[in-house]
């Protein structure tokens, strides 16, 4: 008997456009399992008539180990299997930071073991509560693979707004782009951020819409990236444009997947950060994606023996 499965969308329920980015990369890293039977909505309580004739749900990633991130996965009565989860960061309990205690942790109960997780950070953390966990790093570092060539490198800088004083990465791209004499593409993970893009830099390029491809092509064909996004970050560097990632919260696992990459994570005070940076330790990076794709293989094949 073929197994049955339903697979958690976090692309076409996301005001994040760039969780898209990872959906089509986890389907990459899952592709050894059947077409799911249905896809379900992780971000609402699930009706349990849809997960009728399932023997388990796939998750595509992100920070789908944060309680508070996925209120419709803890009580799907059937197994969840997490494709590089993280736990979030910078709210008031800090349950991140290494002397942390108090953490909600349902959904680190809930998920298939080992989990695979995303980042160093959460690895400590989660192992830290005794669950064994595999390192595998995010979907997205697959987007070559998935994406495919995006064409020549244009004299223009890729800016994405992340968390964090925004007007400094403006600042940075702004001064950068004049001596050289670059145009500015603003690539924006959400629609509140293409308002945000026209008040920092006003009339430039804005790539808005919900379309990983287009998203990939700005980030791919630039001849540099100032950001404040993990996925405008790890697409820029998987294509070898040069890139300043800027820190974005205290305690977050994003930055941490970064630095588990050997990328430079830059500090808002770095106004003018050209010093010979901007790329990831590709034997890193390597490790990851071989850690990602043998535990895809094990979780696939574990099902397939199952049923």
């Known amino acids: 008997m073929m ?6 969308s976090i692309g076409d329920h996301c005001r994040n456009w760039g969780n898209r980015i990872i959906e089509q990369c986890a389907w990459y890293v ?4 059947c077409r799911p039977k249905v896809t379900i909505n992780p971000f609402v309580s699930i009706d349990p008539k849809q997960l009728v004739g399932c023997d388990f749900v796939v998750h595509g990633g992100a920070t789908v180990l944060d309680a508070k991130d996925s209120p419709g996965m803890y009580d799907l009565g059937i197994p969840l299997v997490v494709v590089g989860g993280a736990l979030g960061s910078g709210r008031p309990t800090d ?8 953490w909600d942790d349902r959904m680190v109960k809930r998920v298939e073991k080992p989990i695979a997780v995303r980042d160093s950070l959460t690895a400590r953390r989660v192992t830290g509560r005794g669950v064994g966990v595999v390192l595998v790093g995010c979907p997205t570092l697959f987007c070559r693979e998935v994406f495919g060539p995006m064409g020549d490198r244009e004299p223009y800088i890729a800016v994405s707004l992340g968390r964090g004083p925004l007007w400094r990465r403006a600042d940075v791209a702004i001064k950068i782009a004049t001596k050289y004499q670059w145009k500015i593409c603003v690539v924006a993970h959400e629609y509140s951020q293409i308002d945000k893009g026209k008040e920092l830099f006003g009339d430039v390029r804005i790539v808005g819409e919900a379309d990983p491809k287009k998203m990939i092509e700005c980030y791919a064909r630039a001849s ?6 993990i996925h405008g ?7 070898g444009t040069p890139t300043y990632y800027y820190e974005s919260l205290k305690h977050d696992s994003r930055d ?10 830059y500090q808002v005070e770095d106004i003018w950060p050209e010093d010979g940076h901007g790329g990831w330790d590709v034997s890193k990076v390597d490790a990851l994606k071989k850690a990602m794709m043998e535990w895809s293989r094990h979780a696939c094949d574990k099902w397939k023996r199952e049923k």
Request: a neutral charge; charged letters at 20%; hydrophobic letters at 40%.
């Open 224 to 229: 540099l990236t100032v950001t404040g996004r």
């Open 95 to 102: 349950y991140l930071c290494d002397d942390a205690t108090e």
């Open 30 to 33: 899952m592709r050894h399992l």
């Open 3 to 8: 197994y049955q499965y339903a697979w958690a």
């Open 233 to 239: 970050a790890i697409p820029s560097l998987c294509y």
């Open 256 to 265: 941490q997947l970064l630095r588990d990459c050997g990328v430079k994570i």
